[in-house]
């Protein structure tokens, strides 16, 4: 779930200020009470966890052949009360990191009059209104268009589509429903014709990227490079779609 907190600004508002008020940047992210429960959740299964690594340690030893019984025993050594504390304790911390990490993952989406910010892993990129022509999700992205139609942005977005469009209508930016370019996407197939020089490889290493020997952070860096000869990449199902900026 998300939520929008006003925060002031020194320009006129958009459509929902009043007169005379400073303008009221829209911010979208999970509230912090959806963030306090889904760290309880996951302490919670943490613990959970640990209380069953706990039978199980306790079920190997009885037995008089079954694999990890030298770390079952040493487990079980651990007198109670405290093999019983420990094991909660360290179930439930590491399912609150995960929670945390997990939120610290999340997409944030600040728009005002003056510019739209995104916000991840506690990184804000800002976007000027200039800059930022048109703004629509596709599928689970929010992506920022220039004049050029060229991609300003593409990030992972769980965020609600409505309120998205929303925030960014009532701030005077053009939002469309859905990607208006999407017709122009070509599948991309090794030896591509018609690309800039170098994108061909580009796309090979980031083919590569995209299954189980790359990451993530590399197929973002291929498309950047990408975006530099001009080539806008789009992703469905780990093929890569290709269109040119005019």
Sequence with gaps: MDIEKPQPTTR???????????????????????????CVLFAAVGAGLGWLVRLLAKWLVTLEHAPWQGPARLLTAIPEPWLTIGVLSVGAALGLAVALFGQHEELAVSVSDDEVVLTRR??????SRE?????????????????????????GCS????????AFRAHGYAWSDGDPHVDEFR??????????????????????????????EDARELRDELARLGVVVRDKDKRQFWRLVP
């Design 159 to 166: 965020l609600n589509a409505q309120r998205l469009a929303e």
């Design 122 to 127: 506690a990184k804000p990129r800002a976007f």
């Design 187 to 216: 599948r991309w197939v090794p030896d591509t014709p018609g690309l800039p020089v170098g994108a061909n490889a580009l796309f090979t290493a980031r083919e590569r990227a995209l299954g189980k020997s790359g990451t993530a």
């Design 12 to 38: 006129p508002a958009g459509p929902r200020a009043e007169p005379g008020q400073p303008a009221r940047p829209t911010v979208l992210a999970d509230s912090s009470a959806v963030v306090a429960a889904v």
């Design 131 to 155: 800059a930022v022509h048109r703004a629509f999700r596709d599928g689970k992205e929010l992506v920022l268009l220039g004049a050029d139609t060229a991609e300003l942005a593409r990030e």
